[in-house]
T-cell receptor
Framework: DADVTQTPRNRITKTGKRIMLECSQTKGHDRMYWYRQDPGLGLRLIYY???????NKGEISDGYSVSRQAQAKFSLSLESAIPNQTALYFCATSDSSILRDTQYFGPGTRLTVL | KQEVTQIPAALSVPEGENLVLNCSFT??????LQWFRQDPGKGLTSLLL???SQREQTSGRLNASLDKSSGRSTLYIAASQPGDSATYLC????????????WGAGTKLIIKP
């Protein structure tokens, strides 16, 4: 079983709709991240959370919100989707007990906003 | 602002060749540099992490080097195989980044049988 899972894996929605992407992990890590990837660009950080009560904006948080429901779950919401939010979205985790450790990624959610 | 560049954006080579992927960056104040592999539908997987104090790291047929003074890292793949086909991304962990990685756009590698 995958350590970091994302649902849905693919989603097509319309402009103005609210949509939630979910991420769950079984790695026991305290830190979780949401990224988006656009063609020809590197990953860009949307939000990150160092524990359940600690949520931080990343480079491109406008138009997005997040919820850390438990240590293992971190959800990303688009309150009113727009076409330029069409992208590949990744959730990642890391372990704060390991200094500057690597991040572990989910398989991604491909979101298309029409 | 830190910029991370990976050139070329795509590379196609015959099976068996040794090859080098490049990553350049503008700010040398880093904790570490990582190389990731991205396969379609499978997310990203960390391949090698080089600490700021290190010059290189090796894992199997992969060798990554780091030269902070020139702002360059290379990923060397020996005896390439079709299974090495993927997109390879480098990411920097900056000293003033609060654990935010800065990513290159990646090099898409195709190994032809």
């Amino acid at each position: 079983d995958a350590d970091v899972t994302q649902t849905p894996r693919n989603r097509i929605t319309k402009t103005g709709k609210r949509i939630m992407l979910e991420c769950s992990q079984t790695k026991g890590h305290d830190r979780m991240y949401w990224y988006r990837q656009d063609p020809g660009l590197g990953l860009r950080l949307i939000y990150y959370s160092f524990d359940v009560k600690d949520i931080n904006k990343g480079e491109i948080s406008d138009g997005y919100s997040v919820s850390r429901q438990a240590q293992a779950k971190f959800s990303l919401s688009l309150e009113s989707a727009i076409p330029n939010q069409t992208a590949l979205y990744f959730c990642a985790t890391s372990d704060s007990s390991i200094l500057r450790d690597t991040q572990y990624f989910g398989p991604g959610t491909r979101l298309t906003v029409l | 602002k830190q910029e991370v560049t990976q050139i070329p954006a795509a590379l196609s080579v015959p099976e068996g060749e040794n090859l080098v992927l490049n990553c350049s960056f503008t700010d040398s104040a880093i904790y570490n540099l990582q190389w990731f592999r991205q396969d379609p539908g499978k997310g990203l997987t960390s391949l090698l992490l080089i600490q700021s104090s290190q010059r290189e790291q090796t894992s199997g047929r992969l060798n990554a080097s780091l030269d902070k003074s020139s702002g360059r890292s290379t990923l060397y793949i020996a005896a390439s195989q079709p299974g090495d086909s993927a997109t390879y991304l480098c990411a920097l962990d900056l000293m003033d980044s609060n654990y935010q990685l800065i990513w290159g756009a990646g090099t898409k590698l195709i190994i032809k049988p």
